[in-house]
């Protein structure tokens, strides 16, 4: 608990960060518009302005700072608007409206937790086949491994409009993508759990002549739980990266990927953000879940983190 | 009908090979640890071109690997510009300025415990977040060409860094410290003798998972907007071209990019602590 004043002091010093940066990257538009309110700004002639960097603009105009933060357009939104769109589109709006974030954090969320799903059960099972085939081991390894280097995620959108073509669509090419990215960190780290009892505990259960699935399910699976929930966190956060990245540039109609690229394509840069973070609280929560399934499940296994 | 039968005949063949190869008494040879992946890896290609003719696939739905190497080769001088274009002036650049803010924000932040403490849980809170997100804000904000894909790629590889480092300097013994000062070593040689090098492990583990994401954020920021090249900028177009070939082409460029960046990190991290125990 000793570290909440030091994790509060570091968002406020982004928040703080973020309030500064507001004035420059939108005096311009709001200096425009002001002069259409019949203000005085100073330089008159908005190519004038051009040529004047935000900061210096801001210094001429301090009048026009406080305008900064309301702006209707801005190109840097200020904290409590972001904050009041979010309110607005969540608690304001009935959870099955299309202008609601509750149901576009439902389309983008039910591909995610079904595509982990099916990731990870696949990932587990091949990573029992590696440990106990050496073949799988020798040639499927390697590729697992080489895998994780490949920029896969940037090729969401295709595999979407690919499979959109051959008229799947719906839950299971979103799917498929979640999937594929919470694969390999989780066959990766099971291989890794699954290996980590040491040759003395083998050697124990030799003694006992404990048969291969005994072996398995009394030292092996145990062993590899942190393991697990490592690769568990991981695999969870990318495959929700995964489907927004899917979502953003392939027309998708509902979820965060579609509104941050509604937002930005009509001029509505509240509506992308509030997408934004509304993702970012999301993937939080979801390893905010499973960091706490992990410390129950390791405290009760008799294996909590130091 | 007789591709098929090739195509599996092809699948256990190699299956075969590998069996003898991994239980066979030279299988903890480098040669055939080697070997076994690339005996995989050509079995798993040789199926899919013989499967692509058994089933006379429509090309654009998926291509066969021949006419991708096809592409490859034709295309060369267009993929080498998009190659440059998205990964040495989008990608590099904003990986070369992330790590360098995250390195510098992490030195001055270990000069503070209290900081530290605070940076470690928000920076890899940040780590986890879609920060691919805000490629269409950057975009706009900076223009289609490579400034903007640099600027993505420098905010997606700047927590994991951060996180890395600030976590790596923490990473020394009160004995170690202790020894320092007995030395008589003030912040600066405790900083640059003792804690950097023993920090290495960490901020390589950090500039490791950064190469994917900057090459993630740089593909993925061209979808928004760009130049007439680059990487997401051809995929894109060759897509609604249904060139798919071009596309798997651009694939196997970004796979081997990926896999070169990883590559070149790993080499200069054995080079640079080949003392850790994890490289001896």
């Known amino acids: ?54 900061v210096g603009l801001a210094l001429r105009n301090t009048h026009l700072i406080p305008l900064t933060y309301n702006f209707v357009r801005p190109n840097l939104p200020s904290p409590h608007q972001v904050a009041g769109e979010m309110y607005n589109t969540i608690f304001g709006q009935k959870i099955t409206s299309k202008r609601s974030l509750v149901y576009h954090g439902w389309v983008t969320l039910a591909p995610t937790l079904l595509g982990f799903l099916i990731g990870t059960s696949l990932g587990i099972f091949l990573a029992v086949g590696i440990v106990y085939s050496r073949v799988m081991d020798l040639s499927v390894m390697p590729w697992a491994i080489v895998s994780q280097t490949i920029p896969i995620l940037a090729l969401a959108p295709m595999v979407i409009v690919v499979l959109g073509s051959m008229g799947i669509q719906g839950l299971f090419p979103k799917s498929l993508i979640s999937a594929y990215l919470s694969f390999f960190p989780v066959v990766v780290g099971m291989v890794k759990g699954l290996r980590s009892p040491d040759a003395m505990q083998l050697d124990l259960l030799r003694t006992y002549n404990a048969s291969k699935s005994q072996g398995f399910w009394a030292l092996r699976l145990p062993a590899s739980a942190p393991y697990l929930f490592a690769s568990l966190k991981i695999g969870i956060s990318a495959s929700l990266v995964g489907t927004i990245v899917a979502e953003l540039p392939t027309g998708a109609r509902a979820g965060f990927g579609a509104r941050m690229l509604v937002g930005d394509q009509y001029g509505q840069p509240l509506v992308s953000w509030a997408a934004l973070f509304a993702a970012a609280i999301t993937a939080a929560a979801l390893v905010g879940i499973f960091s706490l399934i992990e410390r129950i499940t390791l405290k009760r296994m008799g294996m909590a983190a130091t | ?122 920076g890899s809170f940040m780590a986890a977040l879609p920060i691919v997100g805000t490629a269409p804000i950057f975009v706009k904000w900076l223009g289609s060409d490579w400034e903007s894909k640099a600027a993505v790629v420098a905010v997606m590889v700047f927590f994991p860094i951060l996180v890395n480092t600030v976590a790596g300097l923490k990473d020394t013994s009160a004995m170690q410290r202790d020894l320092m000062r007995t030395y008589g070593a003030g912040y600066w040689p405790t900083l640059l003798k003792l804690r950097l090098p023993a920090a290495m492990p960490f901020i390589f583990n950090g500039l490791k998972i950064a190469t994917t994401l900057a090459l993630i954020g740089a593909i993925v920021a061209e979808f928004f907007g760009s130049p007439t090249v680059g990487m997401g900028f051809r995929i894109s177009t060759s897509f609604g071209q249904l060139a798919l070939d071009m596309v798997w082409a651009e694939i196997v460029i970004a796979a081997l990019a990926g896999s070169g960046f990883y590559g070149a990190i790993t080499l200069i991290e054995k080079r640079v602590t080949f003392w850790h125990p994890s490289q001896r």
């Not at chain 2, 699948?11 to 690339?38: C, E, F, K, M, Q």
């Open chain 1, 1 to 54: 608990m000793k570290s909440v004043l030091p994790i509060l002091t570091v968002i406020a010093a982004i928040l703080l960060f973020w309030v500064v940066c507001v004035v420059p990257m939108n005096i311009h538009l709001v200096a425009d518009q002001a002069q259409r309110d019949e203000l005085i700004v100073t330089p008159e002639t908005p190519s004038a302005r051009q040529d004047v960097s935000g």
């Open chain 2, 1 to 122: 009908m007789m591709a098929t039968v090739a195509a599996l005949l092809v699948w256990g063949a190699g299956w075969w090979l590998n069996v003898r190869l991994a239980t066979g008494p030279h299988s903890d040879r480098p040669v055939v640890r080697a070997l076994i992946p690339a005996i995989f890896g050509i079995t798993v290609i040789l199926v899919w071109e013989l499967l692509v003719w058994a089933f006379e696939i429509n090309p654009v739905i998926l291509p066969a690997p021949s006419s991708i190497a096809e592409r490859i080769l034709v295309e060369g001088p267009r993929l080498w510009a998009d190659f440059q274009q998205t990964i040495i002036k989008g990608a590099m650049t904003g990986y070369v300025f992330g790590g360098l803010a995250a390195f510098g924000v992490a030195i001055l932040a270990d000069r503070s415990d209290f900081l530290t403490r605070g940076i470690l849980p928000v």
